[in-house]
């Protein structure tokens, strides 16, 4: 298993967005992307996640993506209060190595990081040294 800190930088393959800054949240078991304009919306009688990842402050911000409706799950805000989020399935480049990952949408403007890492996505991946950040950057540097 790589080791990653406590912070680190992910690639989202599908949405062409690169270097986005996430938190590494042991105590989160999903992972969660700060999202603008979340809606589910019907294609052909299917249910798909209609929405806009990030914010102005990252290229290639302002395109709508639409992916299949995965599930709609109940999750616990930093707060302690239950929210239903809707999750998708995408995926993820650490590393320079390509992750499935299940991911709910958020808007999270405001908060430090537009990313949380999970345990559903750390787990039997990676070991968490929080004395460390951005070892998957570091690592890529090197090679």
Same mark, same amino acid.
Request: charged share 30%; with cysteine; hydrophobic share 35%.
């Given at each position: 298993?790589?080791?990653?800190?406590?912070?680190?930088?992910?690639?989202?393959?599908?949405?062409?967005?690169?270097?986005?800054?996430?938190?590494?949240?042991?105590?989160?078991?999903?992972?969660?992307?700060?999202?603008?304009?979340?809606?589910?919306?019907?294609?052909? *009688? &299917?249910?798909?996640?209609? /929405?806009?990842?990030?914010?102005?402050? +990252?290229?290639?911000?302002? @395109?709508?993506? %639409?992916?299949?409706?995965?599930?709609? *799950? &109940?999750?616990?805000?930093? /707060?302690?209060?239950?929210?239903?989020? +809707?999750?998708?399935?995408? @995926?993820?480049? %650490?590393?320079?190595?390509?992750?499935?990952?299940?991911?709910?949408?958020?808007?999270?403007?405001?908060?430090?990081?537009?990313?949380?890492?999970?345990?559903?996505? %750390?787990?039997?991946?990676?070991?968490?040294?929080?004395?460390?950040?951005?070892?998957?950057?570091?690592?890529?540097?090197?090679?």
């Amino acid at each position: 298993m790589k080791t990653i800190g406590w912070k680190e930088h992910v690639d989202f393959i599908d949405f062409r967005l690169y270097n986005v800054p996430a938190k590494i949240d042991t105590g989160a078991k999903t992972s969660v992307l700060h999202c603008e304009f979340i809606e589910l919306v019907k294609v052909k *009688r &299917k249910n798909f996640v209609r /929405f806009i990842p990030l914010d102005e402050n +990252f290229e290639g911000y302002g @395109t709508v993506h %639409i992916l299949p409706y995965h599930t709609e *799950r &109940k999750v616990k805000n930093s /707060f302690g209060n239950e929210e239903n989020r +809707f999750i998708v399935k995408t @995926t993820i480049s %650490i590393f320079n190595e390509k992750h499935e990952i299940e991911i709910s949408l958020r808007d999270r403007s405001g908060m430090e990081f537009p990313m949380l890492l999970g345990r559903s996505f %750390i787990r039997k991946k990676f070991l968490v040294d929080v004395s460390k950040s951005n070892l998957s950057r570091k690592e890529t540097k090197t090679k």
